[in-house]
């Protein structure tokens, strides 16, 4: 079994992403600040130096960002952001060696650009930016192939532009377009609930004045969508080149997030067709996101299809740390499983720690392929239930058992395989091997 190890790194939001600290019970507010700022600990320090040692190790073979390297369109910092990534996770001496990739989220997009420069042509500077650090390109209008190379075998990512819609003024209700339009010149609060400028109230009923125009604008007002052609262009991609699974990346989620969003246009615009498209693949697809700033994984299939399943892999906000993806992939190209291990911020001391890992079987029973070396293995399984009378076996059992016959991965990678054939069932397959229990089914 072949793996390929990625980083997924969610929203950055700089400049902002330094301003989360750890948890404070401050109930004396009369402290002066240098005590307060004292106790306070921030978990960027401990998040950052995680990324920059995962990433420069030789087993890591992408880093993957979901968008959102800024906020509220402040492109201004869009090339500090490239630049410190590009020093952290290229540190090792070797000027390119780590691929880094990236999407566009709906807060890299400037409004003034999106209005003077167009649909496509917003994107010029994080186009030019990504050339310039020499990570993978950027994509636009059509998706962007990339292959990462793991021992042995290649990963082929394709990563999207959800955010073509964003902050065009054109996909919003005409009242709403034209009090934007009128923003550049307005700098008083304005309430987008109102339909005339007469109805602005400077302050709200409690007193407290309505949110800046802007902060309204990329908080509540995203039109984001996936343009006809990408998707057209994924899907000749997968169909043409035979692939048996697809790994996409986007910013946007395609499933509705799980806390409810108060919000006009809070979701992307056609993630329900592009969710179907994926699915009526009929193969196991990967979609890697950020944009929401929670975690979930999820797993959608359709029954009609046997072998449809599109897993859902959303990154956290950064201040609440990442992921570490591995891609259990075969010798006949199948991906087999993957597993997530997530890397977390704790609030209440800012400390990283590396929390309960999750695997995700992608392979259907019908694709299991069991070499002979695979098979004798769970020949003596077998053996050995039949002459103990139980079916429940340890890592240790197994190892024994196994003898000389798999050395390093080769026995986890043989039981992932028995695994997924349904030949055997895991127990604690999300945490480390040590901790398995093992189960032969039938009789």
Not at 350 to 364: D, K, P, Q, R
Request: charge should be negative.
């Amino acid at each position: 079994m072949r793996r390929v190890r990625i980083l997924q790194i969610g929203d950055i939001h700089y400049p902002d992403w330094r301003l989360h600290q750890s948890n404070l019970d401050a109930n004396d507010s009369q402290f002066a600040p240098g005590i307060t700022d004292g106790l306070r600990r921030s978990s960027f320090p401990a998040i950052l130096r995680k990324i920059g040692q995962l990433s420069t190790a030789p087993n890591c073979h992408g880093v993957v960002f979901v968008g959102d390297f800024t906020t509220a369109g402040r492109s201004e910092y869009l090339e500090g952001v490239f630049r410190h990534f590009t020093l952290l996770c290229r540190r090792n001496g070797k000027k390119f060696n780590t691929p880094l990739l990236f999407v566009p989220g709906n807060h890299d997009v400037n409004r003034a650009d999106a209005r003077d420069l167009g649909r496509l042509e917003k994107f010029r500077a994080m186009v030019q930016l990504a050339a310039n650090y020499h990570w993978e390109k950027v994509p636009l209008e059509q998706p962007v192939q990339v292959k990462l190379t793991g021992k042995d075998c290649t990963l082929g990512l394709t990563l999207l532009n959800t955010a073509v819609g964003s902050w065009e003024l054109h996909n919003l209700p005409e009242f709403l377009r034209d009090k934007l339009q009128a923003a550049d010149t307005h700098t008083a609060a304005v309430d987008l609930g109102s339909f005339s400028r007469a109805e602005i109230d400077p302050s709200s009923s409690d007193g407290v004045p309505p949110a800046k125009l802007v902060e309204q604008y990329y908080g509540q007002l995203d039109t984001p969508y996936m343009m006809p052609q990408m998707l057209d262009a994924v899907q000749r991609t997968l169909d043409e080149g035979n692939a048996t699974f697809g790994v996409l990346v986007g910013h946007h989620n395609l499933l509705p997030q799980k806390i409810p969003r108060i919000s006009p246009y809070g979701e992307m615009l056609n993630a329900g067709f592009v969710r179907s498209q994926m699915l009526g693949l009929n193969r196991p697809i990967v979609y890697l996101h950020g944009h929401i700033h929670q975690d979930p994984i999820e797993v959608v299939s359709d029954p009609r299809l046997p072998d449809s399943k599109l897993v859902l892999i959303s990154a956290p906000e950064i201040k609440d740390g990442f992921n570490e993806i591995v891609f259990y992939i075969s010798e006949h190209d199948d991906l087999v499983g993957i597993r997530l291990i997530p890397h977390r911020a704790r609030s209440e001391d800012g400390t990283l720690v590396e929390a309960a890992h999750c695997f995700i079987s992608t392979l259907s029973p019908s694709r299991a392929s069991i070499d002979g070396r695979t098979f004798e293995l769970f020949r003596r399984l077998k053996q050995h239930k039949e002459e103990r009378s139980g079916d429940l076996l340890f890592w240790n059992e197994v190892q024994d058992l196994a003898g000389s016959d798999f050395e390093g991965e080769a026995l986890e990678d043989a039981l992932i395989m028995l695994h997924a054939s349904h030949s055997i069932e895991i127990d604690d397959l999300n945490k480390p091997n040590k901790s398995w229990r093992i189960q032969l089914k039938g009789k």
